[in-house]
Every structure is written in structure tokens, then in C-alpha cells.
């Protein structure tokens, strides 16, 4: 069964300060999606960012970028440039041939 | 951009009755949907999978006769609580994948979820 960690439940940065958010994986699949996906106080689960296993390139999308550690299973997630919408739950997933998994959740706040 | 409309958004029942919570993709056909709990301050625990035509797949643990689920067509999913109880109150979430699109290629699209409040 795939499991999905992430080990810091709560975490704090200034407004403009750089955070990241770690997450890691087990799985014996080698074809796989994994995401970040946001989920502020309206509890609406918004996709930040996914990658691809079978790419090498880490994905991108403005300020969020992540670094994918394939041999490592290893997936964070890096914020640049903070801003107060940030704030929210964070949660990194795993999706093989059947579901998607979610990790405990990290949650973010920006402080101004 | 795909849209997964779940209702209702808040519920609130009496112990021992039942509550039906429907998931509806509105502009994707989805053979499989996904229905998830979520308690506060805790992730999204998988609950069942739901297939278009057939029966649910549940998550160890998940009494199929207390949670049903009925996939009847590729845009409505339902869960059905029954005889609900105050342990029952929690925040239900469904999601669902494009048929059109390949297994791994898209992101689940999730409801707005649904608050179940039993007293």
C-alpha cells in the first residue's frame, strides 16, 4: 500500500520569506502522479502543483516549484516570495493506478 | 475548467435518520469518483471508490451498509449515510477523474465538500 508522510504539522514564515514543506512517499509502483494541493478555510482542495514520476524536471507554477527526489521518494514543495493567501493546509498526495492518497497535512502560516 | 458540484454543503439530521450527499461532474463524464472523510484538523481519509455501473470499492475499515454509495451514471455519484449517528458528523468530500482524459494524466476534481452535523 502507498503511504505519503509528511512530518511538520504546523509551520510559520514572514510575509516574503521562502518556505518549504517536505514530503515523502512509499510506493512500489513505478508509474505515478504526485501533487500539492491547498486547502484554505473554506476547506475547498485546490491543486497547487503536480509532477510527473517519469520526468526528470521539477515542475514549476510561478512562485511554487517542487523538488522531486525520484530515488529518494522524496516530493517538497517550495513557496517563494510568501504571501498572506497562503495561508492555508497543505497536502502533498500520491496517485498510482487506483487512488489518491493524501499525507497528514502541513499547515502553513504567513505571518505579515 | 472541470467542475465537480456537491450538495448539500451543510446538513444537519437526527440520530437514527438518514442523509443522502450527491456528487455531480457538470461538464466531464467520470467513470470513477472517490468519496473522502475528513475529521478537523486531519487529512482526507479515503473512504470508497465509486465506478460508474458497478459496485463501490471500500476502504478497510468502512462499513459498506452504513455508508452507500450508488454510481448510477458518468455524472452522479451518491453517499448515503444511514441511520446516522452523532460519530457520523464530519466534513465529506467527493472527487472525480475525467474519463476522457488518462488515468495518470489528470488531477482529481474535487466538491466543495459537505458538513454532516448529527444530533
Known amino acids: 500500500a502507498q503511504t505519503v508522510t509528511q512530518s511538520q504539522p504546523e509551520m510559520s514564515v514572514q510575509e516574503a520569506e521562502t518556505v518549504t514543506l517536505s514530503c515523502t512517499y512509499d510506493?512500489?509502483?513505478?508509474?505515478?502522479?504526485l501533487f500539492w494541493y491547498k486547502q484554505p478555510p473554506s476547506r475547498q482542495m485546490i491543486l497547487v502543483i503536480r509532477?510527473?514520476?517519469?520526468?526528470?524536471q521539477n515542475a514549476t507554477e510561478n512562485r511554487f516549484s517542487v523538488n522531486f527526489q525520484k530515488a529518494a521518494k522524496s516530493f517538497s514543495l517550495k513557496i517563494s516570495d510568501s504571501q498572506l493567501g497562503d495561508t492555508a493546509m497543505y497536502f502533498c498526495?500520491?496517485?498510482?493506478?487506483?487512488?489518491?492518497?493524501f499525507g497528514q497535512g502541513t499547515r502553513l502560516t504567513i505571518n505579515p | 475548467g472541470a467542475v465537480v458540484s456537491q450538495h448539500p454543503s451543510r446538513v444537519i439530521c437526527k440520530s437514527g435518520t438518514s442523509v443522502k450527499i450527491e456528487c455531480r461532474s457538470l461538464?466531464?463524464?467520470?467513470?470513477?469518483m472517490f468519496w473522502y472523510r475528513q475529521f478537523p484538523k486531519q487529512s482526507l481519509m479515503l473512504m470508497a471508490t465509486?465506478?460508474?455501473?458497478?459496485?463501490?470499492?471500500?476502504e478497510q475499515g468502512v462499513e459498506k451498509d452504513k455508508f452507500l454509495i450508488n454510481h448510477a451514471s458518468l455524472t452522479l455519484s451518491t453517499l448515503t449515510v444511514t441511520s446516522a449517528h452523532p460519530e457520523d458528523s464530519s466534513f465529506y468530500i467527493c472527487?472525480?477523474?475525467?474519463?476522457?482524459?488518462?488515468?495518470?494524466?489528470?488531477?482529481?476534481?474535487f466538491g466543495n465538500g459537505t458538513r454532516l452535523t448529527v444530533t
Open positions: 472527487s472525480a477523474r475525467d474519463h476522457g482524459v488518462g488515468r495518470y494524466n489528470s488531477p482529481l476534481h
Open positions: 510506493t512500489s509502483e513505478n508509474n505515478y502522479y
Open positions: 509532477q510527473e514520476a517519469y520526468k526528470q
Open positions: 498526495a500520491f496517485q498510482g493506478a487506483q487512488k489518491l492518497v
Open positions: 461538464d466531464f463524464q467520470a467513470t470513477t
Open positions: 465509486s465506478n460508474e455501473g458497478s459496485k463501490a470499492t471500500y
